[in-house]
């Protein structure tokens, strides 16, 4: 069933896409690699389906050309693409059983009565719905409907398959499940995938390159340490997670990255000062800042107060204002978050030079 | 308004005039049929008897059920093609075929009757092109016979069976059918494998409607049968009203309504009435 070589290579070049007025997608080029996993990450109405649905050839871009292994498909009608899509909602066949689904795309595409028995029961194995093959999809659980839905799109073998945020709809144990499949099943086919989800989490955990949308514009495209670590802009840099933000003064470069004024304190970080200007923000993700009575010399370091503590089982989430008040949030274990409450006034954060990065001041 | 209407009793006395009138203008006068039909002209179950003897009654039965056969069958299917240019056609086609829908509701079924006499009669206006551009010598009998009396109650009916359509078209998941092209099934094959089984239900209720309602039919088939073709509401009015047979009248029509009766317990028992508007 592996068959990397069949696999889609997507290229899209400039894709536009106009409802009246209204711009859902703006310019947009991305290369999507054979077999590679990729998410589209963005808040709601970003243009993400808009984009899913061009791909599948169900809407057709304005502007822009799309090509899938060297192939201009930008006309191609949908039931030509053999695209696996999965919809939110699954859009299972409700008149047909689990078999007579999973059945529909060999049918019409003519094969043989044993070869779609035989496709169709490996697949019915593969993705653990053994038994329910007589059901119609109405006497399923949500996680089997997804199942089918998975199973549907991927029993033609087709060169990519189109996810649009499949598991919204399942509680969050499934979810981590479905999840885990999913990332079997992309390593078992080797296909192209291109999934869509507004979670960044699932986002991270799930693929090989992360693409972020906002208003229609891709923002950042990257793996998922790339644009989590360093990200483009704010939008990105707020999207994929928690973030601190110190206002940065007096910023040059220097040996290995650059150093600024962040209060009264100079600080060091790796990232390249070019195109920030002098004055930019110092953005740290706040699981990488820790609490210290103290910061040496040279080590980066402000001093804050703890204002309010949240207990969150494992460890606990610490807000605290720096002198000249920023807000900074940290988690950190239990018993430190308990003493630097104690301490009242002043505590020292720290982090270290390779987790800091700047933004532009103001921007987005 | 459905949080008020919740309300049983609310609801129940809402719905009180409305049985009130049924009963006193249809339950209870036919419970006086029923009555006939068993003392008319002497008391006993001899005009049941009649009934399953009569040949001419036979005929007429069948004759209903094979033209209310036939009218269900062109009229859902003339539906089905109005429907879904109806439901999903684009803002123009909708326009057209919503007027198409609903026009016919605004002429009377008398008018309606002799419309179709003035086309189909020997010197209608069909006869009279097809002769005058050569295509035929003798007019075609295309009224005052079955034909007539399909192509009239077809036409009365297509409006009744385009509600129950667009009701099931309308509750159906658009997404389900771009994941039919996604997966590969040209639109024919969409259309037939994926639309129109999930329109089902509608089909059936449909079906059931304009079968139910052809049953009953009398003005259209006396006009344009006219005389020739009688159907089973004609006989029960024959048969009251000009041969005074009163006692097979009625028991013609106590079988009429048991077996009406019957239909739609069937067809409430697969559709939910709400699907039918
Ligand atoms: N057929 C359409 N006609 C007009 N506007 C549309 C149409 N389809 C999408 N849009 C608009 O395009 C924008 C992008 O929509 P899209 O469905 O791609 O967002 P999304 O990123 O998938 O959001 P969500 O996470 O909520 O699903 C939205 O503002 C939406 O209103
Ligand atoms: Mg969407």
Redesign the interface.
Known sequence: MRQPGRAAEIKAIGIGKSFGSFRALDNLSLDIGRGEFLTLLGPSGSGKTTFLMIL???VQPTEGRLFSDGVDITER?????????V???Y?????MSVEANIA??LK??KKSAADIKRRVGEMIERVGLNGHEKKLPAQLSGGQQQRVALA??LV?EPGVLLLDEPFSALDKGLRGQMQAEMKRLHQETGTTFVFVTHDQSEALALSSRVAIFNHGELLQVGAPDEVYDRPANRFVAEFLGEINMLPLKEIRSADNGATGLCEDRTVSLRGSANGVGSNAILAIRPEYMSIACEAAAGENGIAATATNSTYLGAATRLDLTTRQGAKVTVSVPNEVAASALSKGNSVWLTWPAEKGFLLPDGGR | MRAYLSDRMGAALLMAPLLLFLVLAYAWPFLGVVKWSFTLPTPGLGQYNALLTDDLVQSVFIRTLRIAAIVTVVSVAAAYAITVVWVRGTPAQRLVAEFCILVPFWISVLTRAFGWVALLSNRGLINTWLQAIGFISEPLALVRNEFGVIVGMTHFLIPFAVFPLASAMRSL?D??L??????????M?TFW??FV??T?SGIIGSAMIVFVFSLGFFVTPAILGGGRSVMIAELIYLRIFQSPDWGLGAAISVVLVLFVGALMAILFRYVRPKQLI
Not at chain 1, 77 to 85: D, I, K, L, V, W
Not at chain 1, 91 to 95: D, K, T, V
Not at chain 2, 178 to 187: E, I, T, W, Y
């Open positions: 599948a050839g169900f009608p949908a039931e030509q693409r053999a695209a696996g899509m919809f939110q909602g859009a299972l066949f409700p008149h529909f795309p019409v595409r549907r799109a033609f | 998941d997404r389900v771009l994941a039919a092209r996604g997966l590969g099934s040209s639109r094959r494998s994926v089984p999930m089902r």
